[in-house]
């Protein structure tokens, strides 16, 4: 395979690589090419391709300042089990506003730590079906960060654990279970 040379760049990933990025969740590099828009400046990107969304293509500079925050590998097999032990010891607690709690729920997807978006999805789920329970409403803001939370965690860990996504909190919950024991 040609080596291709990208002046001033120092990639972090390559062709091909699956990376997460931000919560559009798994996609593919199918490219890493000049373009140029509307800046008047040519410019090197990163194509992206999602694995779930065919459609979907992003174009991310390869000299973004917050490419590392934005644009990671994905994980290992052996992490996630990890995740999910880190997710039960999470130092995390619910926030009665919902202001706060939005604000603070956005940060936490921000961050891309993954233990602590399983956290959120767990949480939020939980808080969900106490309001159901009770004829309450469930947030809007919540059920907006739960959906996202849920595409991250169950996108990634279906990707790399080869299951289907319906598969993925079964597993987590079987994962669970067995440290509780």
Same mark, same amino acid.
């Given at each position: 395979?040609?080596?291709?040379?990208?002046?001033?760049?120092?990639?972090?990933?390559?062709?091909?690589?699956?990376?997460?990025?931000?919560?559009?969740?798994?996609?593919?590099?199918?490219?890493?090419?000049?373009?140029?828009?509307?800046?008047?400046?040519?410019?090197?990107?990163?194509?992206?391709?999602?694995?779930?969304?065919?459609?979907?293509?992003?174009?991310?500079?390869? @000299?973004? %300042?917050? =490419?590392?925050?934005?644009?990671?590998? !994905?994980?290992?097999?052996?992490?996630?089990? /990890?995740? *999910? $032990? &880190?997710?039960?010891?999470?130092?995390?607690?619910?926030?009665?506003?919902?202001?706060?709690?939005?604000?603070?729920?956005?940060?936490?997807?921000?961050?891309?730590?993954?233990?602590?978006?399983?956290?959120?999805?767990?949480?939020?789920?939980?808080?969900?079906?106490?309001?159901?329970?009770?004829?309450?409403?469930?947030?809007?803001? @919540?059920? %907006?960060? =739960?959906?996202?939370?849920?595409?991250? !965690?169950?996108?990634?860990?279906?990707?790399? /654990?080869? *299951? $289907? &996504?319906?598969?993925?909190?079964?597993?987590?919950?079987?994962?669970?279970?067995?440290?509780?024991?």
């Amino acid at each position: 395979m040609e080596k291709i040379n990208y002046p001033n760049c120092n990639l972090q990933h390559k062709i091909s690589d699956f990376v997460m990025y931000r919560q559009n969740g798994i996609c593919q590099i199918v490219d890493i090419r000049k373009e140029n828009f509307c800046s008047g400046d040519e410019k090197f990107y990163y194509i992206l391709k999602s694995v779930y969304e065919d459609k979907t293509i992003i174009y991310v500079p390869v @000299d973004s %300042k917050d =490419l590392d925050l934005h644009m990671r590998h !994905i994980l290992a097999v052996e992490e996630i089990e /990890l995740i *999910i $032990e &880190k997710s039960e010891e999470s130092q995390n607690e619910w926030v009665d506003d919902g202001k706060l709690r939005l604000e603070r729920f956005e940060q936490i997807l921000h961050n891309s730590n993954r233990a602590e978006i399983l956290w959120l999805v767990k949480v939020l789920s939980i808080h969900k079906i106490e309001d159901e329970k009770q004829n309450k409403k469930f947030y809007a803001s @919540d059920e %907006k960060i =739960l959906a996202a939370a849920e595409k991250i !965690i169950i996108g990634e860990f279906a990707f790399i /654990l080869g *299951i $289907e &996504k319906r598969e993925v909190i079964p597993y987590i919950m079987k994962h669970i279970k067995k440290k509780q024991m």
